[in-house]
Structure formats: C-alpha cells, structure tokens
C-alpha cells in the first residue's frame, strides 16, 4: 500500500515533468519561429542580390 505522502510526492513529480516539456516545447516553437524569421530575411536578401547583379550586368528584369 501506499500512503498518502507518496501520492502526493508522485503527483508533484508528474507536474514538474509536465512543466519540463511544457518549456522544452515552447523552447523549440521559439527556435523554429526565429529559424522560420531567419529564413525570410535570407530569402529577401537572396532576392535583392539578384536584382543588383542583374542590374549590374545590365540584364533587364521585368520587374520594376
């Protein structure tokens, strides 16, 4: 049998493992919004380089 001390001592280990994925996931969603940020800024930069080179070398890019 158990006694009521080690119910509860079991009930608040589940809730501290709760918490601990609890933070290990908003830790990842925060890394993937900041990757997914990192991403578009990559991307517009990929976007403006392009667009100096063509007019660099003269090319005609339709766009603007």
């Excluded at 006694?3 to 993937?32: F, H, I, M, P, Y």
């Excluded at 990192?38 to 990929?46: F, N, S, V």
Aim: aromatic fraction near 4%; hydrophobic fraction near 30%; charged fraction near 40%.
């Amino acid at each position: 049998m158990t006694s009521q001390g080690d119910v509860g001592e079991r009930k608040k280990n589940r809730e501290l493992d709760a918490l601990r994925r609890d933070t290990l996931a908003v830790a990842r969603l925060l890394k993937q919004a900041g990757m997914d940020e990192l991403y578009q800024d990559l991307e517009q930069a990929k976007e403006k380089f392009d667009y100096v080179e063509s007019k660099l070398s003269g090319e005609s890019t339709g766009s603007g």
